[in-house]
């Protein structure tokens, strides 16, 4: 088929639109992470490689790089294919013992043994999605090789890929400008991803998305003899780098320079010692300069693009390290593709309830998922088959820019896992169709393209049951069966055997999740309907890292092994943390310093473990708290919670006259403490307030109260720190510059309308104490204006009023009340008392004037 008649013309031409429509949705798609997104490019693509290779019989003539990568490309899919095909498990237990002890083990749970019948993989569902991916990214490059035997092809391809890319950094820049929430109008996220709201919503995956454009036009642009084309491809380019400046991937712009520098050797070295090479080179050193100058203006503008850069947060290489644990159990035939993110909890080694669903390297990836002899083919052969000698051999007609993009596609994949995105590796895929594409001059037809029509029709029939296999086994995914599991854990009106149908049928689909698992021991705990700890056992043994695991059995164990819950407890704190949420249940297995340090975790969450649980026994038992405040300050010494704290101490010892505190020791103790605490916090009131108290109760209370009144301009919180300046005059006397100081609380500046209310309603109960009732209303009426939500306020106004017999005002506050709170029969009462005074004052005659005196 050549394009020249009417009918093959129109054929090539809806081939073409087909192609364009597929590559594209595929990444507008979110990516095409979605089975059913995917299903549909996957549908678009292989329309338009039957539209290039059926009606056509003529021979394909591919170079034997393209060969080697259709070789292997099918190589791998059928691989795939068998590892998700149900066997005998004795067979499995023979080639793959570590997969077939992790299905035996699954419902033990339910006391019965593993399944007779298991496929290779730990996720089957999870692989036939990923032989799906593999075929579409196979039909995606057959049909560009396809193109590329054609006049024009080749420049067709290239514009698709830059065409695709500058598309997607339109809608990237557009979301955020427009303040859409929504994908494309109709997707929203449900988590947040900041800036990055765009069709591809992970910042390094759309910085490599974008990247294999990039590159693509910095080749085009250094081959080209066109000016004009130059000009067009310099402004594409040159927006193309300031939006990877703007995502502010750290490995997309390395990856970009790194492209851009493959570009420029390949093609000085193509053209070297002609006057085209300074032709080329020139606008494209222009390009790059040009860029980096954007790319310097966006960080100037941006501080969360500056903050991005220029983190070095390398955690995401632990995943990569932790992985290697996975290749010695699993090193010949893998766990499955797609079986990472359900079977690496088993190996995982950080703390934190998060799930890695990639280790975020390429060569990890492909060695846990696919094993030890099949990675090695697959990276051989992809190397082989990209040797620059073979890609790079045409001289002037060179895919500089699609292999450059791959180079950078693989170099970003060494931390990253963008390769994991179907959006992207089509993408890829018509580069690498670029790079290896044109026929071969002379030689041999190798024998699968001999006959195209016979191998299109196999592959558009393999990609028809790939794609019904995984959109039937859609509602069987990982995420849709954790939320289903998940649900009917704590749902009350599902029962017990619903949600062991729905459970055993999860863990068929997954058994190497923990998750389920987990919620089995949950339903357990919380519905009472089943085992607790043998469930929770089974966890642990798929993630040892658990915290919420360990949180269920310390509750189990709470009553009856106090000392193995305080265990629990610690273990749940140090791989999960967030034990300020329960530290009450936590707090009552305290009964002396040493089971408090019991409790403490070992790592990050040590310090704040000690200051909650210090902060729940304080009251009761004030030695155990002294004590894990030492700890605390041992940690860091300007922890302001153990330094409040002993400030506070100090105070009390002193007004108290404690026997221990001999001449001005107890002073000076709680002095030094609060002078660390502003240290610590110098915008603050605490360190100040407390130090100034100290200083009163040390003999000195003018000083007191001139040091506190001077820090009241330098905080933050200057509205407590007035109240405390009120109440420090109060205690020490000096009562002249109270009603002045009253006015500053009530006039301080506040941060939301419920500091305003405490404000002022602080200020009318100092007023009301003073015995001024008519001053404290006028301020609890401002306090009701900020916060008419506040019922103590509308009470405590309705009866101040009522005590000054302001009738009206009763009669509206106690209205309110009785409307909101009609369970309480006095509110109606008092209501309907003020309208009787109310009434009585309109209908009374005034009193007769006095008659004048004889």
Not at 485 to 505: E, H, I, N, W, Y
Not at 666 to 677: M, N, P, Q, W, Y
Not at 754 to 762: G, L, S
Request: hydrophobic share 45%; glycine share 10%.
């Amino acid at each position: 088929m050549d394009g020249t008649t009417d009918g093959h013309g129109r054929t090539t031409r809806a081939a073409k639109v087909a192609f364009v429509l597929g590559i594209a949705s595929c990444g507008l798609a979110l990516g095409s992470i979605h089975t059913y997104a995917l299903a549909v490019s996957a549908a678009l693509i292989a329309l338009a490689f039957g539209l290039c290779y059926l009606p056509d019989a003529a021979p394909l003539r591919p170079r034997v790089s393209a060969s080697m990568l259709v070789l292997l490309a099918v190589g791998l899919v059928v691989y795939t294919a068998v590892t998700a095909l149900p066997l005998p498990a004795s067979l499995v237990r023979l080639i793959a013992p570590a997969n077939a002890d992790i299905w035996e083990r699954c419902l033990r749970g339910f006391g019965s043994p593993g399944p007779g019948t298991v496929s290779m993989s730990l996720d089957p569902q999870a692989t036939r999605v990923e032989v799906l991916r593999g075929l579409t990214y196979l039909l995606a490059f057959a049909t560009a090789l396809r193109f590329t035997t054609r006049r024009g092809g080749v420049a067709f391809l290239e514009r698709v890929v830059i065409g695709c890319a500058l598309f997607m950094a339109a809608a990237s820049i557009l979301h955020p400008v427009l303040g859409a929430e929504r994908v494309l109008g109709v997707y929203r996220p449900e988590y947040d991803y900041g800036k990055h709201l765009a069709p591809i919503l992970n910042g390094n995956h759309l910085a490599g998305y974008l990247n294999l454009g990039l590159a693509t036009g910095l080749g085009v642009m250094a081959m080209t003899r066109s000016a004009r084309e130059r000009v067009l491809l310099a402004g594409c380019c040159l927006f193309l780098l300031g939006m990877e400046f703007y995502i502010a991937s750290r490995g997309g712009i390395a990856t970009s320079a790194l492209s851009a520098v493959i570009v420029g050797l390949v093609a000085y070295r193509a053209r070297r010692g002609g006057r085209t090479a300074a032709a080329a080179g020139g606008p494209m050193l222009l390009v790059l300069a040009a860029g980096v100058g954007v790319g310097l203006l966006i960080l100037a503008g941006s501080e969360e693009a500056r903050g991005e850069l220029s983190s070095k947060d390398t955690t995401k290489l632990d995943p990569i390290l932790q992985s290697l644990a996975m290749i010695r159990p699993h090193g010949v035939f893998g766990v499955g593709r797609g079986a990472f993110e359900s079977t690496f909890p088993a190996y995982r080694t950080s703390g934190g309830f998060i799930t890695m669903t990639h280790p975020e390297n390429v060569v990890a990836q492909v060695v846990v998922e696919w094993g030890l002899p099949c990675a090695a083919i697959f990276f051989g052969v992809l190397l082989l088959a990209l040797r620059p000698r073979w890609v790079l051999a045409h001289p002037t007609k060179a895919p500089v820019g699609a292999y450059a993009a791959l180079i950078g596609l693989c170099v970003h994949n060494l931390v990253d896992f963008s390769s994991e995105l179907p959006g992207v590796m089509v993408l890829a895929a018509t580069c690498a169709a670029i790079a290896t594409g044109r026929e071969a001059e002379g030689g041999a037809i190798p024998k699968w393209a001999r006959h195209p029509r016979v191998a299109a029709g196999a592959a558009l029939l393999a990609t028809g049951l790939a794609a019904f296999a995984a959109v039937r086994g859609a509602p069987g995914g990982l995420y849709p069966d954790r939320e289903t599991v998940g649900k009917l854990a704590t749902d009350r009106t599902a029962s017990r055997a619903q949600f062991d149908a729905a459970l055993r049928g999860a863990i068929l689909r997954h058994p190497g999740e923990p998750y389920f698992f987990y919620a089995a021991a949950v339903r357990g705990q919380a519905l009472r309907d089943g085992p607790v700890l043998a469930w929770a056992g089974h966890a642990l043994e798929r993630s040892p890292i658990y915290g919420p695991v360990h949180l269920i059995l310390a509750r189990l164990f709470a009553r009856t092994v106090p000392s193995q819950a305080r265990v629990e407890y610690r273990l749940a704190l140090e791989q999960d943390g967030g034990g300020d949420s329960w530290g009450q249940e936590v707090s009552r297995l305290v009964r002396d310093y040493d089971d408090a340090v019991e409790l403490l975790p070992i790592g990050p969450y040590r310090r704040d473990a000690i200051e909650w649980i210090a902060t729940e026994v304080e009251l009761r038992l004030p030695a155990t708290r002294a004590g894990l405040d030492e700890d605390a300050l041992a940690l860091d010494p300007a922890a302001t919670g153990p330094l409040r704290r002993h400030a506070r101490d100090a105070l009390s010892d002193v007004r108290d006259a404690a026997i221990w505190c001999k001449g001005r020791e107890c002073i000076d103790r709680g002095a030094a403490f609060a002078g660390r605490l502003r240290e610590a916090a110098p915008t603050e009131c605490d360190g100040y307030a407390l130090g100034a108290e100290l200083r009163a109760a040390g003999g000195d209370p003018q000083g007191a109260v001139r040091d506190l009144e001077a820090a009241t301009d330098r905080v933050s919180d200057r509205s407590l720190c007035l109240v405390r300046l009120v109440e420090l005059m109060e205690s020490t006397g000096l009562t002249e510059q109270v009603d002045s100081a009253i006015t500053r609380v009530a006039n301080a500046g506040c941060s939301s309308p419920k500091d305003c209310a405490e404000n002022f309603a602080f200020a009318g109960a100092f007023y009301l104490g003073r015995g001024s009732p008519r001053r404290a209303v006028a301020f609890y009426r401002k306090a009701i204006d900020s916060a008419p939500e506040r019922d103590e306020y509308l009470l405590e106004y309705a009866r101040l009023t009522a005590s000054l017999e302001l009738h009206a005002e009763t009669l509206h506050a106690f209205t309110l009340l009785r409307e909101r709170h009609p369970e309480v029969p006095e509110y109606a009462e008092r209501a309907e008392a003020a309208r009787a005074e109310v009434s009585k004052s309109r209908f009374t005659p005034p009193p007769e004037p006095p008659a004048p005196a004889p």
